[in-house]
């Protein structure tokens, strides 16, 4: 009996592996990255669309390596993705990318074409000289690196450049990213600001700097800040800053505008800003894998989700940026509480003068100090030494006290169930 149940399963998984999955779209996207409630409109917009049937089968993950050693080493069939801007260029340099055909959908609902932002198609561009990420993938948030502090401990001034990390003013209160890439890049901006003024050295050329000398010069810079450091976190530290047992976190916005909100409940004042040496842009789009088996609903369900009213909705669930350019988009944004600002790079020179958060929508002056960072390939391998070395395995008993409080206080919300909007976290 045994026998013949096993016989039955094998028989159901092959069948399973190997039939029709033309009703059938398999996406993979992270963590409370999506308002849920936008899958089962797609499915009836596709019947709509199409006269076809299809039904999401929706899965998630929390680290951008993990979702790229399913595709690269165990071939799975995921037909969307949705991985970070490094991993992209790898997956595209490494011919796992299959090109999207959006010509295939009729053009009064190819949202794609329709709400392209001149920035995002602009980066992507930068991605590979050789090969246009545009033709490959199709940004889905966006945002900044930067500086949050409090504005009750921080001065505008000393909060503008990367070495408020290493201020002995504010040792035992800093909170840094546990995520090297993100790290590495803004100190090497700060450490090559002679180059950059002389010319002799790019924004983009520091992003693809795996030398060991800048890589010697980023360790011993972080050596020094690491004296200082509250703890080196993935999530934790914005709930810090919100309790005022940090004053300076390197982070990013989309992190930022949570622990800003948050904060101000509680009479805590956060702010958020790139410093002026410059900074980082980061992305994560959708793609189509090497191994997809339902390219057409696959293609259609990207185009879904850039129609304006589901990116706002998307938007509004995550806390990040959609990087679409549609107006609708914008206007959704609008609130008269912040000074005019310039974001005419994004949706065009009709929005050269909008009053929108600048933490989710930096102003033209800050994005043109900001770059794209790179994926080193190879290297990376380096990068991780790096940084493992910096952190060390002598962790602070400061830092035990603020991984324990956090994850105490993580318990405790769970427990009560507690309404706040979810973010996602641990991007890179």
């Known amino acids: 009996m045994k026998r013949i149940l096993l ?31 936008v899958i089962p409109e797609f499915e009836q917009w596709y019947k709509d669309q199409t006269g076809e ?24 069939d995921y037909d969307v993705v949705c991985p970070s801007d490094y991993i992209i260029e790898r997956m595209l ?29 602009g980066m992507f561009r930068s991605i590979n000289p050789d090969i246009d990420a545009n033709d490959y993938s199709v940004a889905y948030m966006w945002g900044t690196t930067g500086i949050l502090y409090n504005t009750s401990k921080v001065t505008e001034e000393e909060a503008s450049t990367w070495d408020v990390i290493r201020n002995p003013k504010f040792a035992g209160q800093v909170l840094i990213k546990d995520a090297p890439r993100d790290v590495y890049a803004p100190v090497l901006i700060y450490l090559k600001q002679k180059e950059l003024a002389e010319g002799s050295v790019t924004l983009n050329d520091l992003m693809h700097d795996s030398s ?3 890589i010697a010069a980023v360790e011993e810079y972080m050596k020094v800040v690491k004296d200082g450091v509250l703890g080196w976190e993935a999530d934790f530290g914005k709930e810090q800053m919100t309790k005022e047992r940090g004053v300076v976190s390197l982070n990013w916005s989309g992190d930022a505008v949570w622990a800003i909100e948050e904060a ?15 900074s980082t842009v980061w992305f994560d ?33 995550t806390g990040y940026v959609a990087a679409n350019g549609a107006m609708e988009v914008l206007e959704s944004q609008i609130d008269e509480e912040f000074e005019p600002i310039d974001l005419s790079y994004f949706f065009g020179e009709q929005a050269s003068s909008v009053r929108v958060d ?30 493992s070395r910096i952190k060390g395995d002598n962790a602070s008993s400061v830092t035990y006290i603020v991984i324990a409080a956090a994850v105490f206080v993580i318990a405790c919300a769970a427990i009560t169930g507690s309404a706040r909007k979810k973010r996602r976290n641990r991007r890179r």
């Open 93 to 121: 340099n490494n011919g796992l990318l299959i090109p999207l055909d959006f010509a295939s959908i009729p053009d009064s609902i190819n949202y794609i074409s329709l709400n392209k932002s001149p920035y995002i198609s």
């Open 53 to 76: 049937t299809i039904k999401v089968v929706y899965q998630t993950f929390d680290v951008n390596e993990t979702m790229l050693s399913k595709i690269e080493k165990g071939h799975e």
């Open 7 to 37: 016989l039955a399963a094998l028989c159901a998984a092959m069948i399973s592996c190997g039939g029709d999955r033309s009703e059938t779209l398999k996406v993979y996207n992270w963590s409370d990255y999506i308002d849920e409630s």
């Open 264 to 278: 101000a409940e509680v009479g805590v004042s956060l702010a958020y800003l790139v410093p002026e040496e410059g």
């Open 212 to 214: 060991d000398e800048s």
């Open 285 to 317: 789009g959708w793609v189509i894998p090497k191994y997809a088996r339902n390219v057409k609903a696959a293609t259609y369900f990207i185009d879904f989700m850039c129609r304006p009213d589901i990116a706002i909705r998307n938007m509004d669930e």
């Open 358 to 387: 600048p933490v989710l929508y930096p102003d033209k002056a800050v994005i043109e100090r900001c770059v794209l960072e790179h994926d080193w390939g190879t290297d990376t391998d380096k990068l991780l030494a790096m940084w």
